[in-house]
């Protein structure tokens, strides 16, 4: 399978297929339609190590404890185009993993947001004021 500038051999990708409750009517009932899609992120030797780090960080939620990365779908009644959007799928996620961070370059805040910052404050701090109880024994 190529994703973006990585090839990823079909002996790691392992797909299972079953009976669906998306959109078919009662072809859902019958036919295993659809698909899931495991790829062992950790032991793949397709992606460099810094894009598989990247790849477990954004979507570790997808990775089970075995490490390998889920993605299933049952959007249509076609076995195979659900197949097909798995991988699509997957190709999507290494592309986005494979981008590097940009760095972030500090700044000072200028001397009007400084000025905006200080006086909400205060007008906050004049709401707040109002609200307190007042002593009328002074």
Partial sequence: MQAGRFEIP??????????????????????????????????????????????????????????????????????????EICLRRLAEMIAAAARPPKKRIATKPSKASKKRRLQARKHRSAVKALRRKVDWDE
């Fill in 10 to 83: 079909d002996s790691e990708l392992k797909f299972t297929f079953s009976r669906s409750g998306g959109p078919g009517g009662q072809n859902v009932n019958k036919v295993n339609s659809r698909a899931q899609l495991h790829w062992n992120v950790a032991a793949t030797r397709a992606l460099p190590d810094d894009v598989k780090a990247r790849l477990q960080a954004q979507y570790k939620s997808r990775i089970n404890d075995a490490g390998e990365l889920l993605i299933d779908c049952d959007e249509t009644r076609s076995q195979h185009e659900n197949r």
